[in-house]
């Protein structure tokens, strides 16, 4: 006796799953990238935080340890006629975000077609040169030009000692009857351009600084060209993603609206079919 | 809608903020003082005395008035001091971003950008 054959399988079609509505889809898209950018803020906003307090910490440690007169580095010693040296620099980006904008009603996050990408560096004003370059390191003022080396802020507080250094006058070392004539070797030649006065704000506080208020100056440089300027730029992309995620939820309602009403239609119109027979 | 113009010119951080925020950043070369007779200074130091009136005025003046500031940072204890003004701000330029303070930690409840969040995901 042959064994019962199995029992033919049955090919069972797969259930159609519910197929998730593309607006649904690229709702999902917007609100993955959306957590992304979010978690890089946070991220950010955490390391700002760690760098204020470094500051803070140095800053009070600067006051604690001052000499005799100085009484709290603070506004009672800003310049009255400072330069910035570290400026903004605006420039238009298509960002993953905001790729699609399709006439953005209130602007947001939007200039000239793409988002705003913020950057904080050594440049110079507008209007005296540097308009077309990137934004790349190299266009960085070069260390020997005004405020480059001005705000630089490494913190060694050498900055003074070095500027009087001039490769013409580092020549071998002349007996003391020569140093006239090397004197004027040196003021024959001409200089290229005028020294400028050094702008680095840690020379409002004396020209010996203690190390604490170098280090705060470092911290400070660190916010500003990293963390501040990366926070500004995430901030208006967020912002583009919101809208869009907005208007792909108007979309979708809408879609589901129109779906719900032609379900309605059908049924209504088998409901008279039923009647009828 | 900002159009690139607009924010070419906007070469400035401007701060507003207790005596030690303020130092430390003006101490990353940020402070600019315009040239007279308006001499404008793009930072503004609070203290216990300093009116409410007064930081509203900065705040309009560094977000409203001026064209060539980029991005106002804020102590958030201060815009606390300002709050409906802060979040009922809501244009592109300048960025408000608000940071924390020597004696006030940065406290995420109160930051614009995460309330936006949670509107978004619907809380």
Redesign the interface.
């Known amino acids: 006796m042959s064994s019962p054959l199995p029992p033919p399988t049955k090919v069972t079609q797969p259930q159609p799953q519910p197929r998730p509505q593309p607006q649904t889809e690229q709702i999902d898209a917007l609100l993955q990238h959306?957590l992304a950018l979010?978690d890089e803020?946070?991220t950010l906003?955490a390391y700002?935080?760690a760098l204020?307090?470094a500051?803070?910490q140095d800053?009070a440690r600067a006051n604690f340890s001052a000499e005799r007169g100085v009484r709290h580095?603070?506004?009672d010693y800003?310049?009255?006629?400072?330069?910035?040296?570290?400026?903004?620099?605006?420039i238009?980006s298509m960002g993953e975000g905001g790729g699609e904008a399709e006439g953005?009603a209130?602007?947001?996050?939007?200039?000239?077609g793409g988002l705003?990408v913020?950057t904080?560096g050594?440049?110079p004003?507008?209007g005296q040169g540097g308009q077309g370059q990137g934004i790349g390191g190299e266009e960085k003022e070069k260390p020997d030009s005004e405020?480059g080396e001005?705000?630089d802020?490494d913190g060694d507080g050498d900055d003074g000692h070095e500027d009087e250094k001039h490769p013409e006058q580092e020549g071998p070392a002349a007996p003391d009857d020569d140093a006239d004539d090397a004197d004027e070797d040196v003021k024959k030649i001409p200089n290229p351009k005028p020294k400028p006065k050094s702008?680095?704000?840690?020379r409002w506080f004396g020209i010996l600084t203690p190390l604490p208020?170098r280090q705060?100056?470092g911290?400070?440089?660190k916010?500003?060209?990293d963390i501040?300027?990366r926070?500004?730029t995430l901030?208006?992309e967020?912002?583009g993603v919101?809208l869009e995620?907005?208007r792909a939820r108007k979309r979708r309602a809408k879609v589901e609206r129109a779906e719900e009403k032609r379900v309605a239609d059908l049924e209504e119109k088998m409901g008279k079919v039923d009647v009828g027979a | 809608m900002a159009s690139q113009a607009d924010f070419r010119d906007r070469q400035f951080l401007a701060v507003i903020g207790d005596e030690d925020s303020v130092t430390g950043l003006l101490l990353a070369g940020i402070g600019h003082v315009t040239a007279p007779p308006d001499n404008q200074k793009n930072f503004l130091v609070v203290d216990a005395k300093t009116d409410n009136s007064a930081i509203e005025a900065a705040f309009e003046r560094f977000t409203t008035e001026r064209k060539d500031i980029g991005i106002v940072l804020i102590n958030q204890h201060i815009a606390d001091r300002i709050r409906n003004r802060v979040d009922t701000y809501t244009q592109a330029f300048p960025t408000v971003l608000e940071i924390p303070s020597k004696d006030h930690p940065y406290d995420p409840e109160k930051d614009s950008v995460l309330r936006r969040v949670r509107r978004l995901f619907g809380e």
């Open positions: 959306y979010l803020y946070t906003r700002l935080t204020q307090t500051l803070f800053l580095y603070g506004r800003y310049d009255e006629r400072m330069q910035a040296g570290r400026r903004v620099r605006v238009s953005e209130e602007g947001e996050g939007e200039g000239g705003p913020f904080v050594v440049y004003p507008p405020g001005a705000v802020g702008a680095d704000p840690l208020l705060a100056q911290h400070a440089i916010a500003v060209e501040i300027p926070l500004a901030n208006a967020m912002a919101e995620v907005r």
